[in-house]
């Protein structure tokens, strides 16, 4: 059983970095849902409903962590366009606390009122934003990605207007664990304002937080060595993205933080079939934040954050420390695709074609992105399998020959777990827009929970089949 830990290092920034603010009232709490594993991995599993809604519906706060939430300040490029007038707007840092693994994590929320950053904002979250979120980090914590987890939900009986869907729209609570909320846009502020001794003591303290033992004090390469972490960081994430088929959407550099952690799901998709222009969101009309668009925008989202630590660097240390990130990113594709499929690596030449030779298969012939990982994992053993897919037709074409030999060629590890109940399956458990809108639908029209719930409960088959195999 994990002790609950209550922390409160973000405070220690002082002012400068965030404003404590006061949580929404709301004129009903219905718990819709709570993570319970990830309760139990911080030592909150076994508070009542009750008390579970007055923490994080009403906001009551943990014991020993801070006495009233506070919403970080930052600035951030959205779409590749400063913007200085951001920061937590609907949400806040509410606790932080530490995990089984004596990691600092924190809750922070989406949806829990209006803070000095709001703008004109009513700072609310739909209902139906909420239940998106917890789909999106489910699915992706079940694929490998590393995730912020959704640990909350609660609906708060408010209408709210929204002009790009129905309304009015029920509203929601949402409650997030996540590693940390310290972002590049948290930089960005800093630099902006030309702000030196807090980009330093900022600095200081995610080294210390995130990365001990990385750079020790009176180290004159701090600001490279973070550098160079959170570059590879990014770009195990990115892979793994890339690995599950999943488009972010959003990915503004307050979107990206410095542990690398996927996080804040807004308009997400899973692709059908391979697809580089795929994209997430209707408003990117020029496809910027497009599927093969991914790992581009994140190298630039990290250029942003090394001209942040100029002033406490040398312009050729985090240019190097920039570099790390293409090679790390090539490395991470292909351990993922290895991952996921649960087959050997034969080094990076061979793994560097057999990713091509993936990749291009899928391109061709526009086999349906998440049946073609599902029919293959375990490569040679699952060949069987794969010949009574839907998508078994594609698989005897001659296109696939050559890839079907390095598939076969390869060692099946043996984390495999193909004795999984899931590996029966016809379909693997998806989630393309349609089955999104489609668990939605009922709630939406009659309060119907029971498909998301069952969605639930395939995710975390998922989850514990291809468990073995997420390093």
Not at 87 to 114: I, V
Not at 219 to 230: E, H, T
Request: one cysteine or more.
């Amino acid at each position: 059983m994990t002790p609950y830990k209550p922390r409160t290092d973000h405070a220690s920034l002082g002012d400068g970095f965030f404003d404590p603010v006061h949580a929404a009232s709301f004129p009903e709490h219905i718990l819709r849902y709570r993570n319970q594993r990830a309760a139990q991995s911080v030592g909150l599993d076994t508070l009542t409903d009750a008390a579970w809604v007055e923490h994080f519906g009403k906001f009551a706060p943990l014991p020993g962590s801070f006495e009233q939430p506070l919403a970080l300040r930052y600035h951030g490029h959205q779409f590749q366009s400063y913007n200085p007038d951001l920061g937590d707007g609907r949400g806040f840092l509410f606790a932080q606390l530490e995990d089984e693994r004596g990691r600092l994590l924190d809750l922070g929320t989406k949806g829990s009122g209006r803070t000095p950053w709001s703008r004109s904002a009513d700072g609310r979250l739909t209902l139906k934003g909420g239940v998106r979120e917890v789909l999106a980090t489910s699915m992706l914590e079940a694929l490998g990605v590393d995730t912020s987890k959704s640990f909350s939900l609660v609906e708060t009986g408010e209408e709210l207007e929204r002009g790009d869907e129905p309304s009015p729209t029920r509203a929601s609570v949402l409650v997030r664990l996540s590693h940390s909320h310290v972002r590049i846009g948290t930089f960005q502020r800093l630099s902006y304002f030309k702000d030196q001794e807090r980009l330093k003591r900022l600095l200081d303290y995610s080294l210390a937080t995130y990365y001990p033992g990385l750079s020790p004090e009176g180290d004159n390469q701090r600001a490279a060595k973070l550098l160079g972490a959170v570059a590879e960081s990014v770009a195990k994430t990115g892979a793994r993205w890339i690995a599950a088929g999943f488009v972010h959407g959003v990915l503004n550099t307050d979107n990206i933080n410095i542990t690398g952690e996927s996080f804040d799901y807004g308009p997400w998709r899973f692709l059908p079939r391979y697809d580089p222009a795929f994209t997430a969101a209707y408003f990117d009309q020029t496809g910027l934040y497009a599927f093969g668009r991914q790992p581009d925008v994140l190298a630039w989202n990290l250029t942003r954050l090394a001209e942040c630590l100029l002033p406490l660097g040398t312009h050729d240390d985090l240019e190097a420390a920039l570099n790390r990130y293409w090679p790390a990113f090539q490395q991470a594709i292909w351990a993922a695709l290895l991952n996921r499929l649960a087959i050997s690596s034969l080094g990076s030449e061979a793994d560097g074609d057999f990713a091509s030779a993936l990749f291009a298969f899928l391109y061709e012939s526009q086999a349906p992105y998440e049946q073609f990982f599902f029919d293959w994992r375990g490569g040679r053993l699952s060949a069987e399998r794969a010949a009574r897919s839907p998508s078994a037709a594609l698989y005897a074409d001659e296109r696939f020959a050559s890839l079907r030999e390095m598939l076969v060629s390869r060692e099946p590890l043996s984390t495999h777990n193909l004795d999984h109940p899931y590996f029966a399956r016809e379909k693997p458990r998806s989630m393309l827009i349609d089955e999104m809108e489609a668990i939605w639908a009922p709630i939406a029209e009659r309060d119907d929970w029971s498909a998301f719930h069952t969605a639930m409960d395939e995710i975390e088959q998922m989850r514990q089949a291809y468990a073995p195999a997420i390093p």
